[in-house]
Every structure is written in structure tokens, then in C-alpha cells.
């Protein structure tokens, strides 16, 4: 069987390669990196490796779950939800270890009756059905079209505004409240309805096992695509990359984009400008994510986390994993981030900035810092974008007259671990299907 490429080694595309090699495809998976991991790629630190994003892993999130099975190698560790905010002057601290009763009260004193009525169709409808956690599913795309007109700020009191939704949308979207979608909603839902362990090594033992696990997956790492052609005569598609220096284009029958959006678009607006104009509309926002370790535990066992308002830089700082109270995970996102730190910003600077921040409430002050890690991704966090439905629908009837060219990511059922699984499951799907017909 002949290859089929697959473009970039995140997490959506090592999905896709999964899928493909478990259908019996041979795979040439291409990585900018020198590794794969993409946007939740690991780093070594005092002879251990962190991962910078998709470390927790949700009980519901079965297609990752099987994947994580085979690659072996995996146990788990407790993770849960703990976390703080500063709300009239006073730390609310938010625990789903608690009962029921206790976090049904904090989420009201968040979020004050009104929101709690606006909130309860969508939580109550991916309570009953799951699926419907994701972007482009029924229930949300009957909100979208009534509600899209306006972004989620617009619907709900100040309070649930500023203590409920933005401490959800600057940590998975990098946006604020007035930057997000009532249809795209579900996908945020989702992830704060599941409960989370982590993996105890991480993903970068996975990760490596996966570029091994299959004869047939060679991966191209460090091989950096630069654009995605079509030849007229033979129909194939061409990729063209750069690896040490080196320009260099192979031809394929199928590709698989598994870029973000915004990459992707780059890469094929001169052989198809419609489909890399709409993709543009596709909104990612930059996120700067640093892992700090201290000599001594920075939190306690009962608040292990505090997320901050609008004025700060810094969206979250939290424990690392429940294990590892002296290790901080700090995350930069949100607008006011974004006026303050760049690509170009000194490491040093955004951390003391954030230690800073967090000096009031964490053992900080007196407890020195013995190494750090820091990424500045951009692009960050996906965003999406008003009547996503529409978007997607007019993007499939767009790809569909090339012939050969599939296209995953975070934008087709969200960014969550088991969203980008899910997306490549679904487009592995249409590619099978493809070769039947």
C-alpha cells in the first residue's frame, strides 16, 4: 500500500498516524521539531521530562485511553481538581474532592443564580450525552445559530463572567469571555465536567514508543514542510520541506494536514487560496507556560492552585501534579498577557513576574527557584470562531474536490487530548472510505 503523508507531529497528528497504521497504511509523518509532541511537547529537567501541555488525561476520554493502552509502558496517577481565586478579597477555593452539596454552593457563589440558569442547559446536556462536549455537535450548533451573534460574555452577569467562564476560557482558549462563542462552548464544558489522572512518567515515554511501535511509520523530524501543491497531470500532491539547510519535495496520493490552522493555511495559499482564506477565520491566541522547581513545597495539600483576574499576566499557577507541590506550573494568557509578553521576552522576566504574582498566597518568597523550563508557543490556544458549524461545513465542501487531501486538527472537534483523537479518527474515517469508493 503507498504512503500516505501526515504533516505535523503534535498530538492531532500522531492520531492520525495512529489510525492510519492501525487501518494498514504505510505513514511519513513530518515533525519541524527534532521530536514529536508539537504544542504539548516534553522537556528535560534535572534528568526528568515535563510536558508542557495535555498532561492530564480524563476518565472519559476513551479513544486516548486506547491509545495510551497500546503503546504500553503507562500507569497512572491521581491529578484531580483543586484550585483558588482571590474574590472580594477573600481565596474561594474550589475542590471536586469535596461533596457535591459543597461544590454545587461554591459554583453558585461563582456564578450567582442567573448564570447558574444560564449555564444549566449546556452542563446538563453533556452530562446525559458526552459527545456533545465537542465542537460541531447538535445541541451546540442549534445554540450557535440562535446566539453566535454575540460571544459569551454577552449572556451571562459580570460575576459568572469574571469567576466562572474566563478562569475556564483563558486556560483552554487563551481568550477572554468576549473573544469566545456560545457554539463552541461544549468543548470547555467537557473538560471541566471530567475528573483527571496523569500519566506518571508523562507523555514523552509514549511519545518515543509511538515513533518505534510501527515498522511501517517513518517520521521525518526536523523536516519542516513549506508548502502543499497539487500536479494537474498525475494529480498527486506535492510536499515540499527543508531539513538542515535543504530543500527537498516528495509526491503522495493522500496527505493529512494536522497543523493548526493558521500554519496550515501558510503552507497551501498559493495552490488552494479558498481553502487557506477560510482558515483564516480560525482564531489562535499566543500562551507562554512555565515549569518552575523550588527547593521546598510551594503548595499545600488542600490548595494546590489559584487562577487571577483580568488585570494579570498570569491566567494560572498550579502544583504540577498532586505529588509534586514544589513544582509550579505557571500559564501567561488572556489580554493582558498578551500586551505584556512576546516572543522576544527574557524567560527570566515573565517568571519573576509570575512569582510575584503568586508570592501572597504560595510559599515563594524565601524558597529558592533551582531550575525552570519555558515555552512561548504561538500559534497557542485555539479560539475557533463565531458559527464554527458554518465554517466547518463550508471547509468540507471546499476540500472535497481534491482529491487526496484530509485535514485534522484542534479546529475540527476541539483541543482537548481526546478532541484531537476523536477529529482524527473521524477524518482516518473519510480517507478509507475514499479508497473503497
Known amino acids: 500500500m503507498s504512503s500516505v503523508a501526515v504533516i505535523g507531529g503534535g498530538v492531532s497528528g500522531i492520531a492520525a498516524a495512529y ?11 513530518y515533525e519541524t521539531a527534532h521530536h514529536l509532541g508539537g504544542r504539548m511537547g516534553s522537556e528535560e529537567m534535572n534528568g526528568r521530562w515535563f510536558d508542557f501541555g495535555g498532561k492530564n488525561i480524563g476518565r472519559k476520554y476513551t479513544l486516548l485511553r486506547e491509545f495510551l493502552r497500546e503503546m504500553g509502558g503507562n500507569s497512572f496517577e491521581y491529578f484531580g481538581f483543586n484550585s483558588s481565586q482571590v474574590i472580594g478579597g477573600r481565596i474561594v477555593r474550589f475542590n471536586k474532592e469535596k461533596s457535591r452539596l ?24 453533556v452530562r446525559k450525552d458526552y459527545t456533545q462536549g465537542a465542537l460541531n455537535t447538535p445541541f451546540f450548533n442549534r445554540i450557535a445559530a440562535a446566539r453566535d451573534r454575540q460571544p459569551l460574555s454577552a449572556y451571562f452577569n459580570r460575576k459568572c463572567v469574571n469567576h466562572v467562564l474566563r478562569p475556564i476560557t483563558v486556560r483552554m482558549n487563551g481568550a477572554e469571555p468576549d473573544e469566545c462563542y456560545f457554539g463552541n462552548f461544549g468543548s470547555n464544558i467537557a473538560l471541566v465536567l471530567d475528573s483527571y489522572e496523569q500519566l506518571s512518567g508523562g507523555m514523552y515515554g509514549t511519545v518515543r514508543r509511538f515513533s518505534s511501535f510501527f515498522p511501517s511509520l517513518k517520521v521525518y523530524a526536523g523536516h519542516t514542510v513549506e508548502a502543499v501543491s497539487k500536479e494537474d497531470v498525475s494529480g498527486r500532491l506535492f510536499i515540499d520541506y527543508r531539513h538542515e539547510g535543504i530543500h527537498g519535495r516528495r509526491s503522495y496520493k493522500k496527505v493529512v494536514s494536522a497543523l493548526p490552522a493558521v500554519q496550515l493555511r501558510s503552507l497551501i495559499q498559493p495552490a488552494f487560496p479558498d481553502i487557506a482564506n477560510l482558515l483564516g477565520q480560525v482564531v489562535y491566541y ?4 512555565a515549569i518552575a522547581q523550588y527547593r521546598d513545597q510551594v503548595f499545600s495539600d488542600d490548595q494546590r492552585a489559584m487562577v487571577f483576574d483580568h488585570s494579570s499576566p498570569l491566567s494560572n499557577a ?6 509534586d507541590l514544589n513544582i509550579v506550573r505557571y500559564t501567561f494568557s488572556g489580554k493582558t498577557a498578551r ?5 522576544d521576552a527574557l524567560p527570566e522576566e515573565v517568571l519573576s513576574m509570575g512569582e510575584k504574582i503568586i508570592e501572597p498566597y504560595f510559599n515563594i518568597a524565601k524558597n ?6 519555558y515555552k512561548h508557543l504561538a500559534p497557542g490556544l485555539c479560539a475557533y470562531s463565531p458559527y464554527h458549524y458554518r465554517f466547518l ?20 472537534r476541539g483541543a482537548s487530548l481526546e478532541a484531537c483523537f476523536r477529529a482524527a479518527a473521524e477524518t482516518v474515517d473519510l480517507l478509507i472510505q475514499g479508497d473503497r469508493s
Open 19 to 29: 489510525y492510519l497504521l492501525k487501518n494498514g497504511y504505510e505513514v511519513d509523518l
Open 102 to 125: 459543597f461544590n454545587l454552593y461554591k459554583v453558585i457563589s461563582f456564578s450567582g443564580l442567573s448564570g447558574i440558569a444560564r449555564l444549566y442547559p449546556c452542563v446538563s446536556a
Open 318 to 323: 498550579g502544583a504540577y501534579g498532586i505529588n
Open 393 to 412: 461545513d463550508k471547509l468540507d465542501s471546499l476540500i472535497q474536490p481534491v482529491t487526496g487531501l484530509y485535514l485534522t486538527g484542534d479546529y475540527r
Open 286 to 289: 499566543p500562551v507562554a507556560v
Open 339 to 343: 500586551s505584556l509578553i512576546h516572543e
Open 368 to 373: 529558592s527557584r533551582s531550575s525552570f523550563l
